[in-house]
């Protein structure tokens, strides 16, 4: 596996798009953000951004993690945040500052003006999305790493799901499956839908016992190295009939039309569009309730969104899944997913679990 690389190269990229902000430094809380530029994996801190060394505030349960981890940045102790920040603020005589506000609150924006008087804020809302976007070889191996995981656990489980077994069963036992593999955690609640279930593309799942000819919807990721991996794979209980055959056969086809369309340069609402036109063609239009993927790393959904409304480009090295669905209320849902990574020429998927139809129970 790759080491971890250098966070320099990151934080580089951060400065040039602040230069282009007009800002002189960046206020960063976000603990995944803050994870990416330095490899600090605390549960609270604030990193500032801007023209020397970044600076790491944390309180005192984490400076020995903090040095040890982020061996770029300056860690400095903190008793009160705000207070912290703003002593940093002062000390770097930074005027303009940007920060997210996607995480920033009202409050703490109020408290950071009280102390850090002179400060004019600006935010910035998809700065760091942009960057994390592309990921590096290290991050990559993490992901996939996370997908071997989750594939075993699943392969494993698979023997569980049949008839008289309950949903909630099978979520437990795949996600302790996970957990023994390695895994730090479930990248999500994972979803098991059988049935009428399977329509609601985020069930939870429930004491409802799987039934011959049900459709079972399983949506679940594990994290390694703090990266996510996302699949969805749906199965059929028993013998598959002609129906069960005709809804996955039109799901598939949307899901390898994506795919075909990605690739760098592609625009995400394009390949949003190639999976949509399969299913609108049938007459299920309506029945496909989401986009067709997104982006995953630190975050199990993050840039870019592969939707009708996205104004994003696929760029190689971004890491994507593909997952039409659809979903018949009250009778059956579909969703295929898999991980991708957008490379010259097109994709490779990362995911490892067949995606043609698969009779099990």
């Excluded at 009280?114 to 600006?122: D, I, L, N, P, Q």
């Excluded at 023994?180 to 399977?198: K, L, W």
């Excluded at 990266?227 to 129906?243: I, L, M, N, P, W």
Aim: proline letters at 6%; charged letters at 25%.
């Amino acid at each position: 596996m790759p080491d971890q690389p250098s966070t320099a190269p990151r934080i580089s990229r951060l400065r040039a798009l602040l230069r282009r902000s007009s800002v002189e430094a960046f206020l960063i809380l976000d603990l995944k953000n803050i994870r990416y530029l330095t490899g600090f994996s605390g549960s609270d801190g604030a990193l500032l951004v801007g023209a020397g060394k970044p600076v790491l505030l944390v309180d005192g349960r984490y400076t020995t993690q903090a040095a040890k981890q982020a061996p770029g940045a300056r860690v400095v102790l903190y008793s009160d945040k705000a207070s912290g920040i703003a002593d940093a603020l002062s000390a770097g005589g930074y005027g303009q500052v940007g920060f997210e506000p996607s995480v920033m609150t009202v409050e703490f924006l109020g408290a950071l003006r009280r102390k850090a008087k002179g400060v004019r804020w600006k935010p910035l809302p998809s700065e760091l999305g942009s960057i994390r976007a592309v990921k590096d070889p290290a991050e990559i191996e993490h992901i996939r790493k996370a997908i071997r995981i989750a594939t075993g656990a699943l392969k494993s489980t698979l023997v569980s799901i049949r008839p008289g077994v309950c949903e909630l069963d099978i979520a437990i036992e795949l996600e302790y499956g996970m957990r023994q593999r390695g895994a730090e955690a479930p990248s999500f609640d994972t979803i098991i839908a059988s049935g009428p279930n399977s329509a609601l593309p985020h069930a939870r799942p429930g004491r409802r016992k799987i039934r011959p000819g049900d459709f079972v919807v399983v949506d679940y990721g594990a994290v390694s190295s703090g990266y996510h991996s996302d699949e969805t794979c749906t199965f059929v209980v028993g013998q598959a009939g002609k129906r069960h055959k005709k809804l996955y056969a039109l799901v598939k086809e949307a899901h390898d039309r994506a795919l075909e369309t990605a690739r760098p340069g592609a625009f995400c609402r394009d390949v949003d569009a190639a999976a949509r036109a399969v299913i609108e063609k049938a007459g299920y239009g309506p029945r496909f309730s989401h986009g067709t993927g997104h982006g995953l790393g630190l975050d199990i959904h993050e840039a870019p969104r592969l939707s009708a409304l996205s104004e994003a480009v696929l760029e190689e090295g971004m890491v994507i899944t593909i997952e039409p669905g659809i979903y018949l209320p009250g009778l059956c849902g579909i969703r295929i997913e898999v991980t991708a990574l957008v490379e010259k020429g097109g994709v490779r998927v990362l995911t490892e679990f067949s995606k043609e139809l698969q009779e099990i129970g």
